[in-house]
């Protein structure tokens, strides 16, 4: 069925389809009308699941925690300040390896206050050990909020799902809600090899020491050291299982493809624009502009962030003169992290380092200001030749 | 990963004594049970326990007479304080490692 | 009026293993032992960081023998929320959730989410150890170390603030049920926990635990100190159920027998009250008599 709806419904309608069974929230705007769906639904009896309307972000993913680590489906999702309130849970649902998924309408941070839409909120969650993929529209919310429990359930690794706050959260946009019976087909019922229960009684989370240490039957058991290089290790394979996740999304619903990377006129290109999220589509039209003037150059959309397809952002990449990574947040004090990503994998890839291209990076959009799409052409046209003005930030009034 | 095969992939830690290893390697004095003076043994019969409600190590049995497990009993003391008759002396553990070693 | 249990009629069954890394003497020790007997082994345990996470065990060994579920210091009470729903979606209700925290986690770093579970009414019972100080972290000073004590951080002049009543703040919440409860008195902490699992909503314990390295006393004393807490009308063992207020045991006992000691016994006990000023522990027994002057005996 096709409908026409909001972003944050899109994942809320995302989020009843998969049979969720513990929703718990704090409202922070845009991320709201998202969860005050899912209370509608569950109010209304339209969806079987527990909604705890907890006092803070920090027991929303708490509440998460709790029910995952007893065995059941489990969803949050905030945006902005609330991210960073849960940053020291966030750590742990992935130490704790649970399949926990948060959609994440992303917002930027405070101070100063501002409810407008930028990166700086999950990016800021890069290195917490989470999956991360960015939607670029209404489609990809939904269809990327099903795949997050199957990716997060399969990989014991929780899941965000980040999206455009505003920009996708808050507008109108046609697209398909999958049919129930095919969801069932795709997303089995969530069975965790192990839950909470006094009948199998285990102390999750322990403190564990620097070192390995026998435990009770007198096998070896791992230090924190190794703890933490499964879940890197885990992490690292999560690139393929994204992969296989989508190619059994397409069987099904006959759509998905490109969930690493979305290249876009990428194949001939002497220059290669990058980006995430709505900005991804945004810039097509823009390299429609160039390409008409004779610029050989492409999009390539980053709709996985964490783990980083490298491998898959090289390929992308092989070929290309120059690259602009454009961003809508940034690692203070050096560059955007997404473009010392792309860099890392190129150095990585392309063994021939007079082979590889230029990269600029450029910032866009921070707390919400507007990205024209001429500033966008505009900026880019100079990059062309090598001359865009400093400090990069498209649309900076200084 | 290696060859190792670890049996989980988090902190999950199954129950089992010794945690901290023989505990009663801490004590500097072990409490001894004067069986004339324990009433449950006296009596032959189930009454008093105080040492085992209030031992927080979980070391002594609810029997006739009560037993102390000296592996892991730390000494504390809390036994000898609060048996109603006084049955429980704490005795420097010196006196028996000298006995163990001589 | 429900029976007393007595140690002849105390469950045998234990549920924490020897050898575990509790301190030498420690009366969370006592407490936990015996509450873990009256919750039974249908019980799943939320701990946050704090000497029980230690007395638990270090991984892969567990010293309970009951499920239990290591979270963040400040989410104990959500964390259990989370349980809870998710035993309540796969209908296992029949099972205890029960969430146990230091006064840390309780009084000061953890209190918002209990305050919100509290609010919201989610079925678990909460129950606060209270050592009286951040104990795991090198006894500094908590919301609930009284005035006077010194601690790590409070080194030479001694805590200058009041303790924090957390139970009188739950009563606020106007939950079903709410006591206070003592190592030292562990068959009337096993009744009390007995009663709380009957109930519904958050039900809150707060269980006064003395902690030999951290008050300053010998380890033998651990709980002839509490007795002294709870005879000298400093701590007070009580029920608050449904809104009704009643002095259970030793404390009912004082009451009725007009036996209540001087404070000063118990201060004395404690090197950590050293320093204590004369105005201090006067203000001590101040209180004390103040609150006391509210107990009327007869009625319960
Ligand atoms: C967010 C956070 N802040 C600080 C700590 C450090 N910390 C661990 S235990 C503890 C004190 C615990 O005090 P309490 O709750 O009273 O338990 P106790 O150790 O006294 O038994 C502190 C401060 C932590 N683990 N997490
Ligand atoms: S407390 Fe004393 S009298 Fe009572 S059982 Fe123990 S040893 Fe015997
Ligand atoms: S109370 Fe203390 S001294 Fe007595 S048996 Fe238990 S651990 Fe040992
Ligand atoms: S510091 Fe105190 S509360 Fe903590 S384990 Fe030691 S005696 Fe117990
Ligand atoms: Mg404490």
């Keep these: 069925m096709h409908i026409i709806e909001t972003g944050n419904v899109a994942a809320a309608l995302g989020v009843k389809l998969a049979g969720v069974q513990v929703v718990a929230a704090y409202p922070i705007t845009p991320q709201t009308p998202l969860t005050e769906k899912l209370s509608e639904l569950i109010e209304a009896g339209e969806m079987d699941a527990r909604y705890v309307p907890v006092e803070s972000e920090h027991s929303a993913l708490a509440v998460c925690i709790g029910a995952s680590s007893a065995g059941a489906r489990s969803f949050t999702a905030t945006s902005a300040n609330g991210l960073l309130y849960m940053h020291e849970q966030v750590h742990w649902a992935a130490g704790a390896r649970l399949p926990i998924v948060m ?31 960015y939607s670029c529209d209404h489609q990809q919310i939904i269809d990327d909020t099903l795949k997050a429990f199957r990716l997060a359930e399969t990989t014991s690794i929780p899941v965000m799902v980040c999206y455009d706050g505003y920009l996708l959260s808050h507008t109108y946009m046609p697209f398909e809600v999958p049919e129930q ?38 096998e070896m058991a791992h230090g924190y050291m190794e703890i933490r290089y499964l879940l890197q290790e885990d992490l690292r394979k999560a690139v393929q299982v994204v992969e296989e996740i989508d190619a059994a999304f397409q069987e099904i619903f006959g759509r998905g493809g490109a969930p690493l990377v979305e290249p876009y006129r990428c194949d001939d290109a002497e220059y290669v624009v990058v980006g995430m999220g709505s900005l991804t ?7 429609e502009t160039l390409r008409t003037e004779g610029h050989k150059i492409g999009v390539l959309g980053v709709r996985l962030y964490r783990p980083f397809p490298d491998a ?16 809508k947040a940034l690692s203070y004090g050096y560059e955007g992290a997404l473009c010392s990503d792309l860099k890392s994998a190129l150095y990585d890839h392309i063994p021939d380092k007079s082979r590889a291209p230029f990269v600029k990076g450029l910032v866009a959009g921070i707390g919400g200001r507007e990205i024209r799409t001429a500033d966008l052409t505009d900026t880019l046209r100079s990059g062309l030749v090598g001359s865009i003005p400093e400090p990069g930030w498209i649309g900076i009034q200084l | 990963m290696g060859t190792r095969g670890y049996r989980y992939k988090t902190s999950h830690s199954l129950p089992g004594p010794g945690d901290g290893g023989n505990t009663g390697s801490w004590r500097v004095q072990r409490p001894v049970i004067d069986l004339t003076r324990c009433t449950p043994a006296k009596r032959g019969a189930e009454a008093c326990f105080a040492c085992w409600l209030y031992c927080p190590d979980v070391v002594v049995s609810r029997t006739i007479p009560p037993e102390i497990d000296y592996k892991y009993c730390k000494g504390c003391g809390i036994c000898a304080e609060e048996c109603p008759t006084k049955a429980i002396a704490m005795v420097d553990e010196s006196v028996y490692h000298e006995h163990v070693e001589g | 009026m429900t029976t007393r249990t007595t140690i002849l009629s105390l469950p045998k069954e234990e549920y924490v293993h020897p050898g575990n890394r509790a301190c030498t003497g420690c009366s969370l020790g006592i407490a936990y032992r015996i509450g873990l007997k009256a919750l039974g082994p249908d019980t799943i345990l939320i701990v946050p960081p704090s000497c029980l996470t230690v007395l638990q065990g270090l991984f892969p060994v567990a010293s309970t023998k009951l499920p239990s579920l290591n979270v963040t210091f400040a989410s104990t009470a959500a964390a259990a929320t989370g349980v809870l729903e998710a035993l309540k979606a796969q209908g296992r209700e029949h099972t205890k959730v029960v969430a146990w925290a230091g006064d840390g986690g309780t009084a000061d770093i953890g209190i918002q989410s209990l305050s919100g579970a509290a609010e919201r009414g989610d079925d678990f019972l909460f129950m606060c150890y209270d050592n009286e100080g951040y104990m795991n972290t090198g006894v500094q000073r908590s919301g609930t170390t009284p005035q006077g004590a010194i601690t790590a951080n409070t080194p030479f002049k001694g805590k200058m603030q009041q303790r924090k009543d957390v139970a009188a703040i739950m009563t606020a919440h106007g939950i079903d049920y709410v006591a206070t409860a003592s190592a030292s008195y562990p068959l009337d902490l096993y009744d009390k926990i007995k009663k709380a699992i009957t109930l519904k909503g958050v039900k809150y314990i707060h269980i006064h635990t003395p902690c030999p390295p951290g008050w300053g006393f010998d380890t033998r004393y651990a709980v002839k100190v509490g007795e002294l807490a709870v005879e000298t009308g400093y701590l007070d063992l009580y029920e608050v159920e449904k809104g009704e207020f009643r002095l259970t045991g030793a404390s009912a006992k004082t009451l009725e027998k007009g036996t209540r000691k001087p404070v000063r016994e118990y201060l004395q006990t404690q090197s950590r009250f050293r320093i204590m000023s004369p105005e201090q522990a006067a203000d001590a027994q101040a209180r004390v008599d103040a609150t006391w002057s509210t107990y009327s005996s007869g009625e319960g």
């Design chain 1, 181 to 218: 019976e095919k969801v069932e087909q795709f997303l089995p019922p969530f069975h965790p090899s192990y839950a909470l229960d006094p009948s199998s009684p285990a102390n999750l989370n322990t403190v564990t020491l620097p070192e390995i240490r026998t435990d009770v039957h007198g």
């Design chain 1, 281 to 287: 589509y945004q810039l097509w039209d823009v390299i």
């Design chain 1, 312 to 327: 898959a952002v090289a390929a992308a990449l092989r070929g290309a003169r120059g690259v602009f990574v454009m961003e």
């Design chain 1, 103 to 133: 959609c994440v309408a992303n917002r930027a941070v405070g101070a100063p206050w501002n409810i407008w839409n930028d990166h700086q909120d999950s990016i800021s969650q890069r290195d917490t050990g989470w999956i991360q993929i």
